[in-house]
Nanobody, 116 residues
Framework: QVQLVESGGGSVQAGGSLRLSCVAS????????IAWFRQAPGKERDRVAS????????YYADSVKGRFTISQDDAKNTLYLQMNSLKPEDTAMYYC?????????WGQGTQVTVSS
């Protein structure tokens, strides 16, 4: 059973930064994708960034390219999302996810609120 626990959300002003963390436990195959998604009220859940545990370049949504960075620390079984130059439109619940298609297992989410 895979468990994912996010942390690091909060409230910041536009232009600020936050770093989200996602601690994973259980079996996560080396071929799995690990990803960050977000969902704003009334909107669909969208993938923000993702990375495969082995090889390949990370994926970023156009809306966050150049501002967000996804990284992983295998020794700590932790996935990070460094978010810089935050905008009000980044306000959403952020979820960590993993699986062969990035979305089989989910965390409970962490709220990010960016005020103008």
């Amino acid at each position: 059973q895979v468990q994912l626990v996010e942390s690091g959300g909060g409230s910041v002003q536009a232009g600020g930064s936050l770093r989200l963390s996602c601690v994973a436990s259980g079996f996560i195959a080396s071929t799995y994708c690990i990803a960050w998604f977000r969902q704003a009220p009334g909107k669909e859940r969208d993938r923000v960034a993702s990375i495969y545990r082995r090889g390949a370049s990370p994926y970023y949504a156009d809306s966050v390219k150049g501002r967000f960075t996804i990284s992983q620390d295998d020794a700590k079984n932790t996935l990070y999302l460094q978010m810089n130059s935050l905008k009000p439109e980044d306000t959403a619940m952020y979820y960590c996810a993993t699986g062969s298609r990035c979305n089989e297992y989910w965390g409970q989410g962490t709220q990010v609120t960016v005020s103008s």
